[in-house]
């Protein structure tokens, strides 16, 4: 089992930048493909980014590539996402899942965080 806390997010304005963090715990990190999601108030849960369980392998939303960076410290068990570039559009609660099986559908995942709050100025 794996639990996942988020941190870092924050109030930011059009063009600014922010790193957020999940830690987890639990022996088995290095199992799981980790994965970020946002969710804006009255909308489904999107996906954002995912790395698998070595980190050598990532893929983006389209509306993110290029301006955000998922990395992961298997060692701190520990999952970033860099977000630079940042648009009001951005805004909302950023959760990291944990699966298996990489995946862009908030569905499979099987744990989560409780999530942090970012939201773009503009």
């Known amino acids: 089992q794996v639990q996942l806390v988020e941190s870092g997010g924050g109030l930011v304005q059009a063009g600014g930048s922010l790193r957020l963090s999940c830690a987890a715990s639990?022996?088995?990190?290095?199992?799981?493909?980790m994965a970020w999601f946002r969710q804006a108030p009255g909308k489904e849960r999107e996906f954002v980014a995912v790395?698998?369980?070595?980190?050598?392998?990532?893929a983006y939303a389209p509306s993110v590539k290029g301006r955000f960076t998922i990395s992961r410290d298997n060692a701190e068990k520990t999952v970033y996402l860099e977000m630079h570039s940042l648009k009001p559009e951005d805004t909302g609660v950023y959760y990291c899942g944990a699966n298996l099986v990489a995946g862009t559908a908030a569905r499979k995942y099987c744990y989560w965080g409780q999530g942090t709050q970012v939201t773009g100025s503009s």
């Open positions: 639990g022996r088995t990190f290095n199992n799981y493909a």
């Open positions: 790395i698998s369980t070595s980190g050598s392998s990532t």
